[in-house]
């Protein structure tokens, strides 16, 4: 036992990467599953060498690449870059607004006759 993980020795680690693997899903939900159960040193890494070695999961993935991250852009004054987005609270909606380069924030609770949640019931709010 390693913690409260039974360690898996070579010869059957095959066979719990496939049992891991039974459903098709990626690498962190068979991580998940792996972590709370088993453990073997270079756990990961054979994770993720069964999950790209799969045929099937590989015919069937998104063929989305991942794209590098990023810099976001920083404002030079206030409310020159805002965000804003509507949620719901207790059968209540809202509209949740603020700047991104002081952080300010409001939230305002939309009108229940409004019926949409884009630009036009927005104004109408």
Not at 13 to 39: E, K
Not at 51 to 73: E, H, M
Request: proline fraction near 6%.
């Amino acid at each position: 036992m390693f913690k409260d993980r039974i360690v898996i020795p070579k010869s059957l680690r095959a066979t719990v990467l496939t049992t891991l693997h039974s459903a098709h899903q990626g690498v962190s939900s068979m991580f998940s599953r792996a972590q709370a159960l088993v453990f073997w040193p270079g756990l990961t890494i054979d994770i993720e060498l069964a999950r790209r070695s799969c045929k099937s999961c590989n015919q069937n993935a998104p063929s989305q690449a991942k794209l590098p991250p990023t810099t976001p852009k920083v404002p030079n004054c206030p409310f020159q870059m805002i965000f804003a987005d509507y949620c719901s609270l207790k059968g209540k909606r809202f509209l949740v607004f603020g700047d991104r380069l002081s952080g300010w924030s409001e939230v305002l609770r939309v009108k229940d006759s409004v019926s949409g949640c884009g630009s036009k019931e927005l104004c109408e709010a």
